[in-house]
């Protein structure tokens, strides 16, 4: 396994850390305030070349890897996660459609999303408010009539929904079938697609949630991504890649309270030296650097091993754990540091902090996470010879 960047993606982490430095770290704390879609520098970074990276050359887009991707939502992600989140929402909308859909379909709805002069956005629409964690459960339903699909249902906590203008929703064909009944559509944006309540976070809030209300919207049937049937399977598979992109985030903001943390333990002096001098702060910085590390190298291990079409569902999960874990330890422990300091608007941890604890919900809560990673590792001890032969429980055959 080879970790090393090439030199086209050292140039785009390089790009992408220079403009996280100008248009992001310095306004992230100002437009916070504002509570909405950050617009004006989405608009930046679309037009410096850090959105859409995944979409094929054939339909219009760069053609790059996922691991191209997870630098940009690192490198974003340090200067603000919430930001991060609204520069990477495409990847998540658009990725079930690069898993499932014709070259034919991504050119007509999504070619014309990512190669105009302005950013255009997609939301991808699974989560409902009774279909959380348990995806399966999806209430949405497409019924066909003729050659359309009518489609019904209200999702919630839905990324960038206010401004998009294509929808990757989600829906039932066949409710009694259950997760072998869930279909994926492209809907593009219509008044029979109707935006309700915007959720009201505590951080991330450079991003933007909200319900959208799916209210007898009539698509046609070449709308249809994949067959009939499909949606929970391409679901899982576009989730297993961009999980990698929310350590990718989490992984910046971790390496962020790091920094922050070491910058104030140098300067900040009590009982006549500065704090880091102290064991207490030093070892805490330690463990921070550790963590850190060690979550960026499963954040690029996810990526490689889907670059390469190699099973990546477990290290997915890993990576997508460890890191937001990574960001919410550190962010507090950049709090515990600074003090006083750390608890006030002014300074950057606490925002940190605020925003690390989303990481740990959104695509999949780190409950779901260690699920689909512990289930990976019952099925791989299933045959395993350790080599030292002994039975357990009267068995020596495994229990599931
Ligand atoms: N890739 C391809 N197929 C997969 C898969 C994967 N990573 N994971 C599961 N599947 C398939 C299984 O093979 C199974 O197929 P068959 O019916 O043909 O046997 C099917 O999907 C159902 O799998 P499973 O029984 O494991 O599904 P569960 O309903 O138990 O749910 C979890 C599994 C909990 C992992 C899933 O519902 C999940 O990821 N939930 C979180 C959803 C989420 O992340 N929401 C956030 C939305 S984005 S903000």
């Not at 037009?47 to 997870?70: D, R």
């Not at 070619?111 to 279909?131: N, S, V, W």
């Not at 962010?331 to 540091?337: D, G, K, S």
Request: charged fraction near 25%.
């Amino acid at each position: 396994m080879d970790f090393a960047l090439s030199e086209q993606e050292k140039e785009l982490f390089k790009r992408a850390k220079e403009f996280t430095r100008e248009h992001i770290t310095p306004k992230a704390h100002e437009l916070e305030k504002r509570n909405e879609f950050p617009k004006e520098v989405v608009q930046k970074a679309y037009e410096a070349g850090l959105m859409n990276l995944h979409i094929p050359k054939e339909a219009g887009g760069p053609g790059l890897s996922l691991l191209a991707e997870t630098l940009v939502s690192e490198a974003t992600g340090y200067g603000c996660a919430g930001m991060a989140t609204s520069i990477m929402c495409n990847n998540l909308a658009f990725a079930p459609l690069v898993i499932g859909a014709t070259i034919e379909q991504l050119k007509e709805y999504v070619e014309p999303l990512i190669t105009g002069k302005d950013a255009k956005f997609g939301a991808f629409c699974l989560t409902e408010r009774k279909a959380g964690s348990d995806a399966a459960a999806v209430a949405t339903r497409a019924e066909r009539d003729g050659d359309e699909y009518v489609i019904n249902g209200v999702k919630c906590w839905i990324t960038s929904a206010p401004v998009a203008s294509l929808f990757t929703v989600f829906a039932s064909t066949q409710p009694e079938l259950k997760h072998k009944g869930l279909s994926v559509f492209m809907v593009p944006k219509s008044k029979a697609v109707k935006i309700g309540v915007i959720e009201n976070k505590v951080g991330q809030l450079n991003s933007i949630q909200s319900e959208v209300i799916f209210d007898d919207v009539r698509v046609p049937k070449e709308c249809l991504v994949g067959k009939e049937g499909e949606g929970f399977k391409i679901a899982m598979k576009t989730l297993d890649k961009t999980r990698a992109g929310i350590a990718a985030i989490a992984t910046g903001v971790a390496q962020r309270a790091l920094d922050e943390a070491g910058k104030f333990a140098n300067v900040r002096h009590q009982f006549g030296q500065p704090i880091g001098r102290f064991q207490g702060i030093g070892f805490k910085l330690a463990d921070m650097g550790a963590r850190t590390e060690a979550a960026r190298l499963l954040t690029r291990q996810a990526a490689w091993l889907a670059d390469r079409d190699l099973p990546n569902s477990k290290v997915s999960s890993f990576a997508k754990f460890f890191a937001s874990d990574a960001a919410m330890q550190n962010a507090i422990e950049a709090v515990q540091i600074m003090g006083g300091y750390g608890y006030i608007k002014e300074y950057p941890a606490e925002k940190l902090m605020r925003d690390a604890k989303l990481l740990q919900i959104y695509e999949g809560t780190n409950e779901v996470q260690r699920l689909v990673a512990g289930n990976a590792i019952l099925k791989e001890s299933v045959n395993l010879d350790t080599g030292y032969h002994v039975k357990y429980d009267g068995r020596d055959a495994p229990i599931i």
